[in-house]
């Protein structure tokens, strides 16, 4: 939080509903910043920090109350790949938050007087992969390796205070399964967001027992899905506040498609801020963009919820 006297996020979901940002790639790249790096987005952690807060910056001035930090893809294992320490990998995930932070306080100095949350991103074990795969899960590896991935992460990134965690684009119920036992005891709430096809998991399992993993887990302060076609919301809202009882989250990206081959979108935009007042009628009370959503779009959206 901004200040001591905002309310936690938790609060302010069972008071009513509450914008997150768009892409943060999407951003970046119409900034002028080449995110064409196994790192993505991470990368401009240790190269161009300020970027990332100017990126968070412009969400907040179009209307978003909650940034998700720029550490998505930003994993040990990933910055070894590029001779990146540990020691420095710790330096840069704790500085996606204090980004965010920054851009928090900066904003709020320039007049904007809401509660301003930071979300810290945890990707999943394919956004390290670099290959896709955090769209088809399944990666052969058991729950509790995955924990063993995802704990040291998490870990450094409680450590730095953020409001919430995001376990977002989440493609397979065993890791979903995996994540829940690596928050417990952080100390920080979390979030748990599918990447979905239909009324699945890009695994192939049932939302209705991916969601169900999350329902009686105190730390998870929300449920839902990003990362997926607009038009997979709805159901999706739907399942996860029957099954859950929870507030959901929901952040699709923009309709186009993602081609792992030539790392590049293609097809066109399906996302409209006039949906998201259907998917708030169904339970949805974080909602915001994804992949291809900038500034923009999530004013639109920010309108369309003032007017509902």
């Given at each position: 939080m901004t200040s001591n006297t905002s309310p936690s996020l938790a609060t302010a979901l069972a008071a009513g509903t509450v914008v997150l940002d768009g892409g943060m790639s999407n951003q970046l790249e119409s900034a002028g910043h080449d995110l064409s790096d196994e790192l993505w987005s991470a990368r401009l952690l240790a190269e161009r920090p300020e970027a990332v807060t100017e990126a968070h910056l412009a969400y907040f001035g179009a209307g978003a109350e909650v940034a998700i930090t720029a550490s998505y893809q930003a994993t040990f294992e990933g910055f070894a790949k590029r001779g990146i320490s540990r020691a420095e990998g710790t330096r840069l995930l704790g500085l996606s938050v204090e980004l965010a932070r920054q851009a928090a306080r900066q904003a709020q100095?320039?007049?904007?007087?809401?509660?301003?949350?930071?979300?810290?991103s945890v990707g999943p074990y394919g956004a390290m992969l670099a290959d896709g795969s955090e769209y088809r899960g399944r990666y052969g590896l058991s729950v509790e390796e995955l924990e063993r991935f995802h704990r040291p992460r998490l870990e450094v990134l409680a450590e730095a205070a953020p409001d919430v965690l995001a376990l977002e684009t989440v493609p397979d119920a065993d890791e979903a399964a995996?994540?829940?036992?690596?928050?417990?005891?952080?100390?920080?709430?979390?979030?748990?967001?599918y990447t979905v096809d239909g009324r699945h998991t890009r695994a192939g399992q049932p939302l209705e027992e991916a969601f169900a993993l999350a329902a009686d887990v105190d730390e998870v302060i929300a449920v839902g899905v990003n990362c997926c076609a607009p038009e997979d919301v709805a159901d999706a809202v739907g399942i996860a506040a029957r099954v859950t009882g929870k507030p959901v989250v929901v952040y699709p990206n923009s309709g186009e498609a993602w081609d792992a081959e030539a790392r590049a979108w293609a097809g066109r935009t399906t996302f409209s801020a006039e949906q998201v007042k259907a998917w708030r009628d169904a339970g949805a009370r974080l909602i915001g963009g994804c992949c291809r959503v900038g500034p923009a779009a999530i004013a639109s959206m920010a309108q369309a919820l003032d007017a509902v």
């Open positions: 100095v320039e007049g904007d007087d809401r509660p301003l949350w930071v979300a810290a995996a994540l829940l036992r690596a928050v417990r005891g952080l100390g920080v709430p979390a979030w748990l967001s």
